[in-house]
């Protein structure tokens, strides 16, 4: 059994503390030269991780894969793409993360395979060979109508004819991704095989791709099924029984009932994305109405107390609005996709900065709301840095350029010719390498990037970000943000302005009566809470944490 | 111990890292029995909690509840430990003692045992002026950079360190990590910085006369830890691209944040109270540099303070890296630089200490020569793709420099007020140089 933990002080529940950072490998950094970025590329990188503050990252998959869904559509469990390197190349970045304290999960698609995978070939060319029964085969497409269809741009049928075996296979994405059929007790075994073969090399988790649709049955939509819930226990179990301090991260694009379904009794998964909170944020912030976020935290249940909600601003995928009402969406729609090359599926494809128009007190407002919510942060690569999108790239491609790591050639990115790159750096005005690099922005004192490390640096100096408390307050100035999470002896008190303009507002803290907010960033003492109401000013999109300390300790 | 005795235990002892923090818990979270029989040696691992809920790790060695490091002769088992190589468990783990063959064995017998007073983060004894344990205090996961780079000096025959003797390390359910190391004792030594406050008046010459070697030493120690490029490790890298980047950020930050945190009401402070916005413009001046050489690991805490005088020459101490710095940055590869610029700063240190300790300001022209003889030692002797050439050398060291002084002012201001007007004056004087390209 290999262990990680060597380098990491033994902590069960690391993951509720720590800052997740998601990486798309072949835009981060090319380590060989050959216009694709890599393992060996992304070691060289690690103190740049490191020193903003990351304390896990999340690699999107980088498994043998003909790259017709980003890696997602997987060819062979157990190697490396060659384009990313090989295992050697895998095992020694994973020991240079951990000798930084730097973790690493990584995505694995339970749910389907590429159709290259040599599973499916096997599957359809012998129906009654080993692997015959491996994947959902089914005479007609009519069976399971009431499951939905995901991506509604390219996909017409969850079912798709296949003129081999003769047969309609099931796929509750790409038509190239047929679903493995987890009825077949040695698929379910051989997932386990793939689990451990990760583990074993030191990887600290998974992000669990797709995990609601792993069954299907007759008369259900076929998501969130008793059967999927029953596997994930067992994989949990198995991680459990044999190895320490990992990590489950359950991407259930679902309504916050269901997704904590995910989180067991705290016997499923660790953790799992908070997908409708973030669409909430957007509008929140274009609204200039705190509502729908206090509404969304208000209707999510609590979690067990090992579990932890990962929660994002953007990632790789669009950004989706399946989890909003067609009201709502219609809204986002209208503010913040008016080029309608920007919609992708039920969602928008684009990145951070140019969904805030670029404006800084919005992206700072933002991260500032993010990393005040009861869960871990996960940042999207270049995000740090307000990079932007390509919308004339197909697909998610345009929120997968290469990282701008300078102004020189290639934006830093690679050293091979331009045309050789796997998508072209950004080079517009605003947005291009030579606006926006890590370089550059190092040496800005007042950079966005200069800015997030320190969120980041104070974000980790207090546990109460990621284990405490939250309650709400309720404002009568429906513009402010507010509330106050508390763990152990640490009270803190948030408050962010969604309005464009100044604004003041009057918080009930009698509760906290003659304590001292003190300014976190700046530890300014700010007048102790009395009887009445506490005033405070905040300016555009401005936004203040304090501790609330007692007197004598400030 | 109560809870309660625990805390004021260990946060009465120097070696508590965190003095000005609130400690709202501490907790054995494991314990090993050392040895049974009277008198006893109990190995603890104590959690000390702060208000926040983050919290610190500490090394306590105890003898039926009561500090057994007081009384540093009943220490000896664990040199018998370390000489046997002999494994024990702990309720949650293990604690493994590990002999280097050959240099373990010195004297024999231990029959004399002496606590060294000087030591600031960790506890040290010295065994009849022929070995000495370094017990670390403040615990952190993974291997402890002494251990590492003495390893690694040692096995290469690098002749100017106290050789490594073996160590003490435990792995289990709280952290895997170095407890301690048994280094030869060298008996006779002059400590460079008492020597350099000494000599400052009475000697000068003779203290100056030393410092080329110093330069060289030093500059072969960097060769030598640049040397090997198949240990990842150790092997020597180019600097990425954001590397001078990050080390402009770092430094940006620390100043801001040590000046943010300058105490009112502090006279000593007052020369540069409201100046932080004038040196960070300074970094950004220095840090307009292209080549910075190799980054590669380094001693990390370099001061006259950490050499000895010894038989004509000099040895180097103490391979932790800055107590205050957390271990993964400890063990990062940096330029040599760095270690070259601490010895700079020490130099500076020792001229303004020779005023505020001895009350005589030292003779014109002191620290300035020190600089430059120390420094022709180590330009000829440390390889040359290490470290960058002409005024990119300059500025390079005037960064570190800077670092360095920060560091200092961080300190003291926690540690020692006294001397909160050493790094005072060492920016002040920074400040008023002229910029020179």
């Not at chain 1, 490191?50 to 980003?70: A, F, K, T």
């Not at chain 2, 590492?148 to 096995?155: A, P, Q």
């Not at chain 2, 990425?240 to 940006?252: K, Y």
Request: net charge negative.
């Amino acid at each position: 059994m290999s262990e990680p933990g060597h380098w990491f002080e033994r902590e069960p529940l690391w993951f509720k503390t720590a800052v997740f950072y998601e990486i798309h490998l072949r835009g981060f950094y090319d380590g060989n030269d050959d216009g694709s970025g890599d393992f060996r590329g992304l070691t060289d990188k690690l103190d740049y991780l490191q020193e903003i503050g990351i304390d896990c990252l999340w690699l999107l998959p980088s498994y043998p894969s003909p790259l017709r869904d980003g890696g997602y559509d997987i060819a062979d469990f157990f190697a490396i793409h060659p384009d990313y390197g090989t295992i050697d190349d895998f095992k020694f970045f994973i020991d240079q993360a951990h000798q930084r304290g730097l973790r690493v999960i990584s995505d694995l698609v339970m749910n389907h395979t590429s159709s290259d995978h040599p599973w499916f070939q096997a599957s359809r060319a012998e129906p009654d060979g080993p692997y015959g029964d491996w994947y959902v085969w089914g005479d007609d497409d009519q069976r399971w109508s009431e499951a939905r269809i995901i991506f509604i741009d390219t996909e017409p049928s969850n079912w798709t004819w296949d003129p081999v075996r003769g047969q309609y296979y099931w796929h509750r994405f790409f038509s190239h991704q047929p679903d493995l059929n987890y009825d077949n007790p040695e698929v379910q075994e051989q997932m386990l095989n793939v689990l451990r073969f990760w583990l074993d090399l030191g990887l600290d988790g998974f992000r669990l791709d797709a995990v609601p649709y792993l069954f299907e049955r007759d008369g259900t939509n076929g998501e969130n099924l008793p059967e999927t819930h029953a596997f994930l226990k067992r994989v949990r179990a198995e991680v459990d029984a044999r190895y320490q301090d990992r990590v489950l991260l359950a991407e259930a694009n679902q309504w916050p009932g269901d997704v904590v379904q995910y989180f067991g009794d705290g016997d499923e998964c660790h953790m799992a994305f908070h997908f409708p909170v973030m669409p909430r944020m957007f509008m929140g912030v274009r609204r200039e109405d705190a509502l729908p976020i206090i509404e969304i935290l208000e209707q999510t249940p609590p979690i067990p107390d090992s579990a932890q909600w990962g929660l994002f601003l953007r990632n790789h995928d669009e950004l989706t609005l399946e989890m909003v009402t067609d009201e709502e969406r219609d809204y986002l729609y209208e503010e913040y996709a008016k080029d309608p090359r920007m919609k992708l599926n039920l969602g928008i494809r684009r990145r951070l900065a140019p969904l805030l128009d670029n404006g800084r007190a919005e992206i700072e407002l933002m991260h500032a709301m993010l990393f005040s919510l009861p869960g871990s942060p996960v940042l999207y690569y270049g995000d740090e840095i307000g990079m932007g999108d390509n919308v004339f790239l197909g697909d998610r491609d345009g929120v997968r350029t290469p990282m701008q790591w300078t102004g020189d050639r290639n934006g830093g990115f690679s050293r091979a010719d331009f045309a050789q790159l796997y998508l072209p750096p950004l080079m517009d005005p605003v947005y291009g390498y030579q606006a926006v690099n890590v370089e550059a922005q190092l040496r800005q004192p007042n950079s966005l990037l200069r800015w997030l490390r320190r969120l980041i640096a104070l974000r980790k100096q207090h546990p109460v970000f990621g284990l405490g408390t939250y309650e709400a307050l309720r404002p009568d100035n429906p513009r402010i943000f507010a509330h106050v999470r508390t763990y152990e002896d640490d009270i803190v008190l948030c408050v962010h302005n969604l309005a464009r303009s100044a604004q003041a507002v009057e918080l009930d803290l009698s509760r906290y009566e003659g304590l001292i907010p003190v300014e976190m960033f700046g530890q300014t003492p700010f007048p102790r809470i009395g009887e009445l109401t506490y005033l405070l000013t905040l300016g555009p999109r401005g936004f203040f944490w304090f501790q609330l300390k007692k007197e004598g300790s400030v | 111990m109560s809870e309660r005795e625990l805390i004021e235990f260990v946060t009465a002892q120097r070696w508590f890292a965190s003095k000005l923090r609130d400690v709202t818990h501490a907790s054995v979270v494991d314990r090993a029995m050392l040895r049974d029989a009277d008198p006893s040696l109990e190995l603890q691992l104590v959690e000390i909690r702060f208000d926040t809920g983050t919290h610190e790790t500490y090394q306590l060695l105890t003898n039926g509840g009561l500090d057994a490091l007081s009384d540093p002769r009943q220490v000896r088992e664990l040199v018998h430990m370390i000489r046997s190589g002999v494994k024990l468990p702990a309720d949650e783990g293990i604690v493994e003692f590990g002999p280097v063959e050959g240099i373990a064995a010195v004297g024999q017998e231990l029959r004399e045992a002496r606590a060294i007073d000087t030591e600031q983060s960790n506890t040290s004894i010295v065994f009849d002026e022929e070995l000495i344990l370094k017990v670390f205090r403040r615990l952190e996961p993974g291997i402890n950079p002494e251990l590492e780079l003495l390893r690694f000096l040692t096995e290469r025959g690098f002749e100017n360190i106290a050789q490594l003797a073996g160590w003490y390390a435990y792995s289990g359910r709280p952290m895997d990590t170095t407890l301690g190391i048994l280094q030869r004792f060298i008996p006779g030594g002059e400590d460079g910085w008492e020597f350099a406050l000494d000599a400052m008046h009475s000697d000068t010459e003779r203290f100056m006369g030393t410092l080329r070697r110093l330069g060289e030493v030093t500059g072969r120690m960097h060769s030598v830890l640049g040397s090997e490029p198949d240990d990842p490790n150790f092997a020597p890298e180019a600097p990425s691209s954001e590397s001078l980047g990050l080390l402009t950020a770092t430094i940006d930050d620390e100043i801001e944040s040590v000046f943010l945190e300058l105490p009112d009401g502090n006279d000593d402070v007052a020369p540069i109270r409201g100046r932080g916005e004038e040196v960070r413009e300074r970094l950004r001046l220095w840090t307009q540099v292209g080549d910075i050489g190799r980054v590669i690991r380094h001693h990390g805490d370099f001061h006259l303070g950490q050499t000895l005088w010894c038989d004509d020459d000099w040895v180097i101490l103490d391979f932790e890296g800055e107590p205050a710095r957390a271990l993964p940055e400890r063990r990062r590869k940096r330029s040599p630089l760095r270690d070259v610029a601490g010895m700079l700063r020490s130099f500076a240190y020792a001229a303004t200490a020779s005023g505020i300790l001895r009350g005589s300001e030292p003779p014109d022209g002191w620290e300035a020569r020190a600089r430059h003889e120390f420094l022709e030692g180590y330009r000829e002797t440390v390889d040359h793709v290490l470290v960058p050439s002409g005024s990119a050398m300059d500025k390079l060291l005037a960064v570190f420099e800077l670092e360095k002084s920060v560091y200092e002012l961080r300190y003291e201001l926690n540690n020692r007020p006294d001397w909160v007007k050493i790094p005072v004056a060492g920016i002040v004087r920074m400040l008023d140089e002229e910029v020179v390209f």
